[in-house]
């Protein structure tokens, strides 16, 4: 039986978190980038998975993604201790502590992309080192839409490498306080228009509870964030965002400006249902037809 092709290649850091909450702990449940990233995307298209584990990384993890028809094909296996973080969210569960990162095998990390990955249309730099990023860039062929996201850690201590990945990218994401620390601006505005002149067309800056806005050259796009009843943990909602817009781009086999808003809006109500529990469980529970109700739901409400 021939593995089906794979649509979209996402490539970031995979983790085993440690995370405390106002309400609650929990420990050692699955993390990273890379996790939340396609098990968004795999709602939509056929994901591939790009990143590195340890020896101890244990199999009902794997387990996960393989029900949720995640490709692990990228998937390295090295002898050795996974990547681990641990932190802790203030009370408005917009800001947190890291108390400790281990990065363990993740410190040698270099993506290496399957023969088929390399042909995937659509491809999602997640959040590791640029230099990291540039080098997937050299193993892909012909994509259709690259989005790169990054942090505060790699503009602080290598941007010449970040700016030179992002110039080779269709969009780049980042949060409200990382678009200020690139650009010294204080608006978003302000800030998006310096970063449309590194090179990508698009520019999505995320504003967690409050939404996110897409800006080009032309104009500027607005998204709301759905109204939540339970927040439990805000871990990977960017990450999770993130892949749900791709995937959802994916699938729609196209990339202009309308399709791209469509994507953000069930990228953003995939992140709204990711939220709701640890980990990846409330999207464990979730299917398509869930994702697609809210959508609608969130739809009715936006209408003037």
Request: net charge negative; charged share 25%.
């Amino acid at each position: 039986m021939t593995k089906p092709a794979v649509d979209l290649t996402i490539v970031g850091s995979i983790g085993i978190d440690t995370i405390e909450t106002p309400t609650e702990k929990r420990e050692e449940i699955l993390g990273g980038s890379v996790s939340y990233a396609c098990a968004a995307a795999s709602f939509f298209t056929h994901t591939g998975m790009v990143g590195v584990v340890g020896t101890d990384f244990p199999q009902e993890f794997r387990d996960t993604w393989t029900n949720m028809s995640i490709d692990l094909e990228g998937l390295q296996t090295v002898e050795g201790k996974t990547f681990r973080w641990s932190g802790v969210y203030h009370e408005n569960m917009d800001n947190r502590d890291t108390l400790s990162t281990e990065l363990n095998v993740f410190e040698t990390f270099s993506p290496e992309l399957p023969e088929d990955y390399r042909e995937a249309p659509y491809v999602f730099l997640g959040n590791i080192h640029p230099a990291l990023q540039l080098h997937v860039l050299e193993q892909v062929r012909n994509p259709k839409f690259i989005l790169i996201d990054t942090m505060d850690l790699w503009i602080n201590i290598d941007k010449e490498n970040l700016t030179k990945v992002i110039g080779k990218c269709t969009m780049l994401t980042l949060n409200e306080s990382e678009a200020a620390l690139f650009t010294g601006e204080q608006t978003l505005n302000a800030a998006a228009k310096q970063l449309l002149k590194l090179g990508p067309e698009y520019v999505l800056i995320k504003k967690g509870g409050n939404g996110s806005m897409l800006f080009t050259k032309d104009d500027v796009f607005l998204l709301h964030a759905y109204p939540l009843d339970r927040f439990k943990d805000p871990t990977g909602a960017g990450d999770t965002f993130a892949g749900g817009l791709m995937g959802a781009l994916a699938a729609s086999g196209k990339t202009d400006k309308e399709a791209i808003r469509q994507a953000m809006v069930y990228g953003s109500i995939t992140a709204s249902f990711g939220v709701e529990e640890f980990s990846l469980e409330r999207l464990q529970q979730l299917d398509r037809a869930g994702i697609d109700a809210r959508v609608a739901e969130f739809k009715e409400m936006c209408l003037l």
